[in-house]
Nanobody, 115 residues
Framework: QVQFVESGGGLVQPGGSLRLFCTPSRSVWSVFSVGWYRQAPGKQRDLVAEINNGGQMNYVDSVKGRFTISTDHVKNTVSLQMNNLKPEDTAVYYC?????????WGQGTQVTVSS
């Protein structure tokens, strides 16, 4: 099981940007696809962005055009660039395998969008 450590969260005003980073314990391509999930208070954890080892990316409709997922094979990191952030993006963000499905979770990184 590959473990992931997230960083880069923080407090940002609506319309602002943040970039999240994720470092896996092994090569990011030891899994077929990786993604960023988020969990808002009182809600379930949902997948918002995914990239596979063929470079194909998928996004949930609410973040399309605003979020971009990418991988750096040299640094072995997975990033999530988040632009035009909205209050409804406030959540704890987690990086994890998508395929195969994750079996454990890291601590995540808090993103708060507020004026």
């Amino acid at each position: 099981q590959v473990q992931f450590v997230e960083s880069g969260g923080g407090l940002v005003q609506p319309g602002g940007s943040l970039r999240l980073f994720c470092t896996p314990s092994r090569s990011v391509w030891s899994v077929f696809s990786v993604g960023w999930y988020r969990q808002a208070p009182g809600k379930q954890r949902d997948l918002v962005a995914e990239i596979n080892n063929g470079g194909q990316m998928n996004y949930v409709d609410s973040v399309k055009g605003r979020f971009t997922i990418s991988t750096d094979h040299v640094k072995n990191t997975v990033s999530l660039q988040m632009n035009n952030l909205k209050p409804e993006d406030t959540a704890v963000y987690y990086c994890n395998s998508v395929q195969p499905p994750p079996t454990s979770w890291g601590q995540g990184t808090q993103v708060t969008v507020s004026s």
